[in-house]
């Protein structure tokens, strides 16, 4: 069976090689072939009957393992998944795309760690909670180094990923605990980048989700109609900012208003969380946090004392008891019921101020803070339109032919403050087309003002068909009210 | 009704697109065929698990079908391709069986089946590339985690002992 180990042997040790120093270096040997000759003979030398007993050995281990026994063993890594199909779909994966956001974050960390190490003056070889806060409001730093440290202090789930990331933390994960310490080093952030990058090639890229363009919603307006939205795209404000005005009052764009000079929402258009906006505003459920948070805001004294007692703070007991309480309003207990049903939301509330940590208490300051941060106290977007129609609805003084009056009102001034803004847009479009030379630059643009313009145009059309179709339905339903009041009369005339 | 189809087969006609795309991929030599066919690698390991149960109950031909359809399916599976490898040696097609361990060293320099096997190949051809093959067997498998890897470990220590042996009858020789 294996005869052929003679000729191997004689090539081995051919005549020319008998100095068995030169075997290993002379024929391309690895050092392993030529050490083991070396060792052998050794022993051999020294006592014949070791070397004939390994002999034996050997001979079992080659009948133990037989010649081309066929097994199947795939390539190491991420290797050996090329050429095969991903688990999902191309264009699915089970990851949240907020992971595209935390990878990049972790690239522009890792490239400028010690960047960010040195700007309190000090190489401690780690980052804390509170250095990463500091850089995001630096504005002598890059708005991606920016974007990146906004991301992890607002992304406390994915903080506490890196934070217990580490050489062992992987194989052990109890190793884990170990590094989690509220500080991240680099050692950490390379692994962490290592495990995205093996979670993205087993469960698929996750793809960002389309966002319609904001630009309608959030243009700033510009004949000062009341009640419309202000400006949100952190751009220079054009209209005036009014630092007094309460909460529910207008809000102007954040950086270098408040209290914390630049909090950098107009920074960054990094490559984490597009820019100005908060990151985390793309998660499908955002919108939902921020409503539930100023739900929470307005209705603070209800949740503070739900379970009893007023201590200006709001636990996973008070939220229960809200749940638990019959006499408590939808509003509330959806409110509630989204902060049971999202800890992690509840979490990144709880620690918005950065006061204490992880306590599992929401204090006063925390909803201001968030609020303040994600922008989500502005006044005139989605909840504060769910509120005034809420609020219509919910009101007993008016009779139901009222209400829906009221609420077609409400839209028909959206819909007026809509034209107007379109309206203007177009005005510019046109001072733009005006300006433009006849140079091939100029030409470019002049065509892409047109395209905007027959957009416009449309949209206008659309807008003037649904206001008019809006006094329509008014008009009709006022008619067929005061009809029926009047065959209500007549027959009570009648009767 | 009508809506329905309709969407039926805006959803059809998605699919369509999504497969005349991979399929241009597969053209170009972009893509495998196993990512045309949605195959996973965890389907491809299933697929060669019963490969090797066939062998090891001398099944040879239908081994052989098997690996090929693999090593078609995807030609950068360095597993497929060793493990193609050893049917055909066992088949006695000792050429193809070395294109086979080649092919794999190709996409993996260091696969253990593939050195080990061919290693062994070339050393009864008596080619000293086998040494080296082997010994880089041993390193890439140090602790035997492949039959090959141990076979290869038991090659080694034996040439190395009769090679010893040679040397001192050769030292006592006038």
């Known amino acids: 069976m294996v005869d052929f180990l003679k000729g191997a042997t004689n090539l081995l040790a051919s005549p020319e090689g008998t100095a068995v120093e030169g075997a290993g270096d002379t024929r391309g040997m690895t050092p392993l072939i030529s050490h083991s000759i070396k060792t052998v003979e050794g022993v051999a030398t020294g006592n014949v009957l070791l070397a004939a007993s390994g002999a034996v050995g050997v001979a079992e281990d080659l009948k133990k393992n037989p010649a081309a026994k066929t097994e199947y063993a795939a390539a190491s890594g991420a290797a050996k998944t090329e050429g095969y199909a991903p688990i999902l779909p191309t264009g699915t994966s089970a990851l949240d795309p907020k992971m595209l956001d935390y990878e990049a974050a972790l690239k522009v960390l890792e490239a400028n760690f010690d960047q960010l190490d040195l700007a309190d003056g000090k190489k401690s070889g780690s980052l804390s909670k509170e250095e990463l806060r500091r850089a995001a409001n630096d504005m002598s730093l890059s708005p991606q180094l920016r974007s990146a440290a906004r991301f992890l202090t607002e992304n406390a789930a994915l903080f506490e990923r890196v934070d217990s990331s580490g050489l062992l933390a992987r194989f052990m994960p109890v190793v884990g605990k170990l590094y989690n310490d509220d500080r991240i080093k680099l050692s950490g952030v390379r692994s962490e980048l290592k495990r995205v990058g093996e979670e993205f090639a087993r469960y698929g890229r996750p793809e960002r989700p389309r966002t319609p363009k904001p630009e309608a919603e959030t243009c700033p307006p510009s004949t000062g109609t009341p009640g419309t939205r202000p400006p949100s795209t952190g751009g220079p404000s054009p209209g005036t900012p009014s630092p007094g005005t309460p909460s529910p009052g207008p809000r102007p764009p954040t950086p270098g208003t408040g209290p914390t000079p630049g909090t950098g929402t107009g920074g960054g258009q990094g490559p984490v969380g597009g820019g100005g906006k908060p990151p985390t505003s793309k998660d499908p459920d955002f919108r939902e946090y921020l409503d539930a948070v100023a739900v929470l805001r307005d209705n603070w004294g209800t949740f503070d004392t739900a379970a009893g007692t007023k201590d200006d703070r709001v636990t996973r007991e008070d939220m229960a008891a809200l749940l638990a309480n019959p006499a408590a309003s939808s509003t509330l207990k959806k409110a509630a019921q989204f902060f049971k049903d999202h800890p992690e939301y509840f979490d990144r509330l709880e620690m918005a101020a950065g006061i204490d940590g992880r306590d599992g208490i929401i204090g006063w300051l925390d909803v201001k803070a968030e609020l303040e941060l994600s922008g989500g106290g502005k006044p005139g977007t989605s909840p504060t339109k769910v509120s005034s129609a809420r609020s219509i609805v919910d009101n007993p003084n008016m009779s139901i032919e009222d209400k829906v009056q009221a609420i077609l009102g409400a839209i028909s001034t959206e819909t007026d403050a809509e034209i107007l803004q379109v309206m203007d847009s177009m005005a510019s479009a046109g001072e733009d087309r005006a300006a433009l030379g006849t140079s091939d630059a100029d030409k470019k643009k002049a065509a892409t003002l047109d395209g905007n313009m027959r957009e416009l145009e449309l949209r206008l059309q659309r807008l003037l068909e649904k206001r008019k179709s809006m006094f329509d339905l008014m008009s009709n339903m006022s008619a067929k009210f005061n009809e029926m009041a009047k065959t209500a009369i007549s027959n009570l005339r009648g009767a | ?174």
Request: net charge neutral.
């Open chain 2, 1 to 174: 009704m009508g809506r329905v189809i309709k969407h039926e087969a805006a959803v059809a006609m998605r699919m369509e697109s999504g497969a005349v795309q991979r399929m241009r991929s597969f053209a170009r030599g972009e893509a495998t065929w196993a990512e045309v066919e949605g195959m996973t690698f965890e389907e491809a390991k299933a697929i060669a698990q019963v490969g090797c149960d066939l062998a090891a109950a001398g099944r040879l031909e239908e081994a052989r079908i098997l690996f090929e359809g693999l090593v078609v399916g995807n030609p950068r599976d360095a597993g497929a391709h060793a493990a193609l490898g050893t049917v055909y040696q066992k088949l006695g097609r000792l050429e193809e069986a070395i294109a086979e361990y080649s092919a794999a060293l190709a996409r993996d320099a260091g696969h253990p089946v593939a050195l080990a096997n061919r290693g062994e190949l070339y050393l009864r051809k008596g080619e000293r590339q086998g040494f080296t093959d082997l010994s880089n067997a041993v390193e890439v498998d140090p602790h035997g985690e492949t039959a090959a890897g141990r076979r290869a470990r038991a090659l080694v220590k034996s040439i190395t002992l009769a090679a010893v042996e040679k040397l001192k009858q050769d030292a006592q020789q006038p």
